[in-house]
């Protein structure tokens, strides 16, 4: 029986140098000390043994008991030890990383070309007002004086719905709502997106943006609309950039002007992107025709007014040297992030 102790003493101590997490310390403690235990084993058989060796062997068992139990308790304790420092250490926080940034946004180039116009319209006492993009016949074409077969539709290559609907090709359409809509004074801007059955090219896209500008009142007259567009292209593009009109048709308007701005690249001097000439042709605009007037209920008599229409990409590729429009749409992050 002393030397089962023994070889039971000697296996712990063997097997406690070996384990490495306190599961199998556990699983070892519950083999030797538990109620099926090996040392539980011995007290049982010690039933066997003639009654005077038994309180000897008992008090044996039990100092075996003990040693064990405190060496099985020393090994949890260095295991905790050493599981608790490497947790310590995998929690490690390096303080001197670099941070995880969160990269800030920017306004797209349109947008920050829209915002300095809606600035520089409201500023003038505009209201910045919107129409549908899928729009009636009667608004983008008939009211603006531009009835069914009549050939200036053949300048805006049309996407129909059907019959009476289409995608509108202007922001005009606007013009004629407003019109039919509010009694004079009316100052209105009218930003948005227009449709025209184009190929995309570096100047062309089937869906682009315009905004529309609309005065009418008594006595307004070309003196008007030339001190307002030379204020919005001062403001735009800078001191020293003026408005040059050039005779112009449009059904909507008579008369009817292409509005040029100085070229800001080389400052009216001419070069390659004026072609020598330099201006830039921008808009379009003139008189609101009295025909229109009186087709949307406000007397022309009493009333006049101007409109002008310009393309808002266009301003923004003048505004900010762009080569190709397409690079306004493909959100091309290497180009948009030019414009922080
Ligand atoms: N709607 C015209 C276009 O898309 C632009 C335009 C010209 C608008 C003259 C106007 C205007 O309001 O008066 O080409």
Known sequence: MQDQLKSIREHVAEELKNIQDSNALEQLRVRVLGKKGELTAILRGMGKLPAEERPKMGQIVNETREKLESAIDEAAAALRQREKEFRLKRETIDVTLPGKTREAGSLHPMNIVLDDLLDIFTGMGFEAVEGPEIEYDHYNFELLNLPKNHPARDAQDTFYVDDNVVLRTHTSPVQARIMTT???PIRIVSPGR??????VDATHSPVFHQIEGLVIDENISIGDLKGTLDTFAERLYGKG?????????????????????TCAACGGKGCRTCKGTGWIEVLGAGMVNPKVLDMCGIDSKKYSGFAFGMGIERLTILKYNVPDMRYLYENDLRFLKQFR
Do not use: G, H, M, Q
């Open 194 to 199: 227009v449709y025209r059955a184009d190929e």
């Open 241 to 261: 950039i003026a408005t040059r009109f050039r005779p112009s048709f449009f059904p909507f308007t008579e008369p009817s002007a292409e509005v040029d701005l």
């Open 182 to 184: 509010r009694k004079p």
